[in-house]
């Protein structure tokens, strides 16, 4: 599925064209992914329906009252998911719809908890952990490890404001080295704005999870968790999640005061935030729509409370014009992760225009799509969208913000979450953490990878090689060509890592290992005298400029100094014989 600029642009010549090939296709694949397919009107509740267009703005139009699960420009095709009037309106407008009976059957399907499953997790999805099990888990987590971790309640979710007995508090998990003074760059991460989307409040659990068990083992890590701070709100609707995991595929809050009492009720917090608010034509004002943008900007608890918390935790670094960019300094990554279609989106979702900040956010979110292997582009090229989470973080503070659509559907199954998203996303998490010092600028310097040390321990006095490689072409150019330069310098810091101002960091050259940096991937090594370090543990922080003077993210290693070995009694009395015989 390709979901780009480009196809877009190629809509009107090839339609046509790829209609007739893609439909030949589906009927003569045997592995295609939507069978069988039907011409008739449905019979279920709610169906699965391709809905085919024959141009483009006809998405736009659509994505203003149901959201879009699937969008194929090239084929010519949405993937939506209709209750009978939908469906009705879809043929009204002019699209051809078919029916995708097998989806619809399995989405009716009642659930069921595989043998031996725990009542933590969701029924038949053993993986995902539920609300109660999440929740167990980050209280856990702070009370494993009290110095690194800490639950915040942020708020309450709707069902909470009515009664408190009822709903659910938003928390979120802090993580930092809390004996490490700050301020610190922060990543936050937010989860379940759409509660049907199984795999991102897990994959941000699994996240911190890797992080709490690895400190102190893995140096990035360490770092990372001394030097920054991560902020994760795994529920941001933790009511209509609860709805969600019976197999509904409940995506607003649960307002009841919006098509009360039915299964449609409640607001898309994904359309309820302050920025540009009912600005684009990306939302709905019907109650019962999908994307209903409730009465006013940012009417809903939860959207109040991330928006008040993310103000708490970022500066505001933008001005208050459309056209105002955020420094090339500015600090702080925002992700909100949904599901699904392999994406990796930036703002805007209401404005055609790139951001002020366009060419830096564009390329962080190239680099986060080479990890995760997923289309880099920005939102509203998928379709329009208003009154949005990444609209809000960037247009409101300035920050750098991401919708990542993990995967491959709604309910994506155990197997390919832990085969696939889970590594594929830690791998483009991790990064974050990293680039949240300075986010407009470390993207577009080289990685520094495969940092290691001749000898992880050595005697004090002992010297030892580091070697590193500086890579400046890791990008995702599915979709555009992201420049990269030659490597001009590597450089290693001991102990003391190059952002801190209260001691001079002193920065260590690292020489080509070739000769000469002029390649845009060099692998370079220094030298390290070890003699008068303190014995325990150092830390190596190495990084690498390019030509353009970028420099890019730390990667950091471990060394061990130990105690000179005392000398064996013979070599006191035969020195001429020599040490270590
Ligand atoms: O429609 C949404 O809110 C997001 N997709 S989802 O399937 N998770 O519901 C996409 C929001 C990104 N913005 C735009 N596409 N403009
Ligand atoms: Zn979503």
């Known amino acids: 599925m390709l979901r780009t600029k480009f196809v877009f642009k190629l809509v009107p010549i090839g339609l046509a064209i790829t209609m007739v090939l893609v439909l030949v296709a ?60 939908d469906y009705k309106l879809l043929t009204t407008l002019g699209f051809r719809v078919e029916v995708d009976s097998g989806l619809s059957a399995a989405l009716n399907q009642p659930r069921q908890a595989l043998p031996g499953q725990g009542g933590d997790t969701i029924p038949g999805f053993p993986c995902y952990r539920t609300v109660e099990g999440t929740f167990t888990a980050l209280q856990d987590m702070a009370s494993t490890y009290p110095q690194l971790a800490s639950v915040v309640d942020i708020g309450d979710s709707w069902e909470k404001t009515q009664d408190s007995s009822q709903g659910y508090d938003l928390l979120v998990l802090v993580l930092s080295n809390q004996n490490v003074p700050g301020p610190k760059p922060k990543l936050f991460i937010s989860s379940s704005v759409h509660p049907r989307e199984y795999a991102p409040p897990e994959l941000s659990t699994r996240f911190a999870e890797y992080l709490l068990q690895n400190y102190g083992q893995d140096a990035d890590v360490t770092w990372l968790l001394d030097y920054n701070e991560i902020h994760l709100l795994t529920f941001a609707n933790p009511d209509g999640r609860k709805q969600a995991e019976t197999g509904l595929l409940w995506r607003k809050n649960t307002n009841n005061l919006f098509c009360s009492d039915t299964d449609s009720r409640g607001v898309d917090l994904n359309r309820n935030f302050g920025f540009g608010w009912n600005c684009c034509g990306g939302s709905s004002g019907n109650v019962c729509d999908e994307t ?29 014009s459309i056209n105002d960019p955020a420094p090339a300094e500015a600090t702080g990554i925002y992700l909100d992760t949904h599901s699904f279609s392999k ?117 004090v006095g002992t010297p030892v090689t580091l070697t590193a490689t500086l890579d400046d072409t890791r990008f995702n150019n599915s979709n555009g060509a992201e420049p990269f330069e030659n490597i001009a310098a590597a450089e290693y810091y001991l102990d003391v890592p190059p952002w801190i101002t209260a001691t001079v960091p002193i920065s260590l050259p690292m020489a080509p290992v070739d000769g000469s940096f002029d390649q845009p991937v060099e692998v ?46 013979y070599q006191m009395y035969f020195p001429w014989i020599g040490a270590g015989e």
Request: proline share 9%; charged share 15%; net charge negative.
């Open 26 to 85: 589906v009927a003569l694949s045997p592995t295609a992914a939507v069978s069988p397919l039907q011409s008739e009107p449905p019979s279920w509740e709610y169906q699965v329906v391709r809905a085919y267009f024959d141009d483009p703005a006809m998405v736009a139009a659509l994505a203003a009252w149901i959201e879009p699960w699937e969008v194929n420009y090239e084929a010519g095709y949405v993937v939506v998911g209709v209750t009978p009037g």
């Open 343 to 459: 994406l990796v989106l930036w703002p805007w979702g209401g404005y055609n225009s790139p951001t002020p900040n366009g060419e830096a956010i564009q390329t962080l979110g190239r680099k986060f799509a080479y990890f995760n292997g997923y289309t880099p582009q920005q939102a509203i090229d998928l379709y329009p969208t208003d009154g949005t989470t990444l609209d809000f973080g960037y247009g409101d503070l300035g920050v750098p913000s991401y919708t990542f659509e993990l995967g491959t559907w709604f309910f994506q199954d155990c197997q390919y979450f832990e085969g696939i998203v889970l590594p594929d996303n830690l791998a483009a998490y991790l990064y974050a953490a990293k680039a949240a010092r300075t986010p407009y600028l470390t993207p577009a310097g080289p990685d520094a990878l495969d940092v290691v040390l001749s000898s992880a321990t050595v005697s």
């Open 524 to 569: 370079a090594a220094a030298t390290i005298d070890t003699t008068g370090l303190p014995l325990g543990r150092h830390i190596l922080f190495v990084r690498g400029r390019d030509a353009a003077g970028n420099w890019g993210a730390v990667s950091a290693v471990f060394l061990w100094i130990e105690e000179e070995p005392a000398p064996a009694l």
């Open 292 to 320: 209903y943008r409730g009465p006013s900007a940012a009417s809903e608890p939860e959207t109040q409370a991330i928006q008040a918390y993310m103000r708490s935790i970022f500066p505001d670094q933008r001005g208050d």
